[in-house]
């Protein structure tokens, strides 16, 4: 984090747009004088703005800066939403029985607001012919559309033919 941002002594432009924690602006000084500003009330200097013309440099207490700066993150990252996929692999051979029962557990899923992935394996000679994977995924695309989506066309990577199911939206 230190490396990202240029304090006291690092800072060597010619000249430096001064401003201070309590908002009051210095002005345009040489970088000496707003270092000479900072050590005189016990502060640091830091570069806030490096590629502004001149660049801008703000007096405050650094330590301080980077522990608001870490809680503002720590934040931004509780009120991020992780999305938990849960993958279920199929063959080409499935029978039907087999489907609705795989099927049921991912209505589950789906209920607990997870997204499913479903992944049709294509066996030797069958990776010729991908169409086998996508009209399983279909059958389970008709089984599914009542509490789920599909987040796009069915995709062939390799020996996988995959589809991902997300909740549809509840409506209010």
């Known amino acids: 984090m230190s490396k990202e941002v240029l304090l006291n002594e690092e800072i060597r432009f010619p000249e430096v747009r001064c401003v ?37 440099c ?37 029978a039907q029985n087999d489907i609705n029962y795989k099927v049921k557990h ?8 997870k997204h499913v992935r479903f992944k049709v394996v294509l ?15 279909n059958r389970i695309t008709e089984m599914m559309e009542d509490i789920a989506q599909p987040e796009k066309e069915p995709k062939t990577e390799g020996r996988f033919v995959s589809l991902l199911f997300v909740p549809k939206k509840q409506s209010k």
């Open 123 to 137: 066996k030797q000679r069958e990776i010729t012919n991908p169409q086998l994977g996508q009209s399983v995924l």
């Open 58 to 94: 703000k007096v405050m207490d650094y330590g301080k800066y980077r522990y608001q700066l870490e809680k503002k993150q720590k934040e931004a990252k509780k009120k991020q939403k992780q999305i938990e996929i849960k993958e279920i692999k199929l063959s080409t051979q499935i």
């Open 106 to 113: 991912a209505r589950d899923f789906i209920t607990e607001g």
């Open 20 to 56: 201070d924690d309590n908002g009051e602006v210095y002005g345009v000084i040489s970088s000496y004088d707003a270092q000479k500003i900072a050590q005189s009330r016990g502060l640091d200097l830091v570069c806030v703005s490096p590629n502004a013309k001149p660049p801008v």
